[in-house]
């Protein structure tokens, strides 16, 4: 009686246990995604789908052991933490009713100012064919390269720098009422333009806030969330918010940005596109390991009056970024 009973007690223990980490994992992924408003549960907020990976390979582990209702409720956890993700696949009815044409391709491009391969992102930028080119972390020698570009994207506006925050605005159409402006950063610029398509004014807002790995990072990032939403609550043109705003979808503080700005992440139906980290870039980590950490942390956030045609992820250039490619459709709604 005692030996057939010890492996059903072991097997009990086991599938207990890896319950147990299901609903922690769901516990994480639900409170750090809507209550993670201090900086280390924010931080948590952005691993959302390595959440559900491993809860299904846990969730397969309950299988293997045949406890039925250990596994069903498992599946039900699993079932919370797939919302999140699936989510951001499921394409909205305008988007099941757009137009396939394209008004305007824009381009995000964290191109790092420790990247040395020019050539690669001047190809990567002449294969994409944008008509805006958001370029995050210029400096000097980056911006000389780019130039290089002035054939195919003659207007230019944006402000260099020797630290990772120089950005800089290329453009096919003409840039009008360009600023500089700072969002209560004196060292990080942001690029504020405006422009037309289809002779509709357009107002886009090109930014890189810090990313929040310090507390007094963090703060300055949701300050500059907070400032951002307050200047875009002025404008009346159809906006473009893009850039690497190092949050992802997920956090609580990108999440109040797009509710108080009302724009909607150019994302939307077609899949979560995480951008960083790049593969073999954090040497001497292996490349497998910076992959198990993907996240979506560059975005292009729209207003009403536009449809997303299309959205992906372009050309690693050895930057520790994939740049993110958006094409645009004005609408009339």
Wanted: charged content about 15%.
């Amino acid at each position: 009686m005692e030996k057939n009973s010890s492996p059903s007690c072991l097997s009990s223990c086991l599938g207990s246990l890896l319950l147990g980490a299901i609903a922690l994992l769901g516990l994480v992924s639900y409170g750090t995604s809507w209550y993670g408003w201090p900086i280390y549960l924010e931080l948590f907020s952005h691993f959302q789908v390595q959440y559900l990976i491993l809860a299904l390979v846990l969730l397969g582990l309950l299988v293997l052991l045949r406890r039925k209702s250990f596994t069903l409720i498992g599946l039900f956890l699993c079932t919370l933490l797939v919302i999140p993700v699936v989510s951001w696949y499921v394409p909205p009815q305008r988007l099941l009713t757009a137009s396939s044409e394209t008004d305007l391709r824009v381009l995000v491009a964290n191109i790092n100012t420790q990247n040395t391969s020019y050539d690669k992102v001047i190809e990567m930028v002449r294969s994409e064919k944008p008509d805006v080119a958001v370029m995050i972390e210029v400096n000097q020698t980056w911006q000389e390269a780019l130039d290089s570009l002035s054939d195919i994207l003659p207007y230019s506006s944006g402000q260099p720098h020797s630290s990772n925050f120089g950005l800089l605005v290329y453009s096919n159409i003409p840039l009008n009422n360009t600023q500089i402006q700072f969002f209560g950063t004196e060292n990080i610029p942001s690029v504020v333009t405006q422009f037309a398509v289809q002779n509709q004014p357009i107002t886009m807002v090109a930014t890189h806030p810090l990313p929040p790995v310090k507390p007094q990072a963090f703060q300055s990032r949701n300050r500059q969330f907070d400032l951002i939403t307050q200047y875009l609550e002025s404008v009346g043109d159809r906006v473009i918010l893009a850039g690497d705003l190092n949050a992802s979808m997920w956090s609580p503080y990108y999440r109040r940005l797009e509710n108080r700005t009302g724009l909607r992440n150019a994302r939307e139906g077609f899949g979560i596109l995480p951008t960083w980290p790049t593969s073999n870039i954090y040497q001497p980590i292996p490349g497998w390991i910076t992959s198990l950490f993907l996240i979506p942390i560059d975005h292009c956030l729209i207003s009403t009056g536009w449809d997303v045609t299309s959205i992906h992820t372009g050309a690693e250039t050895d930057s520790d970024h994939r740049p993110l490619v958006v094409d645009l459709k004005i609408t009339h709604d």
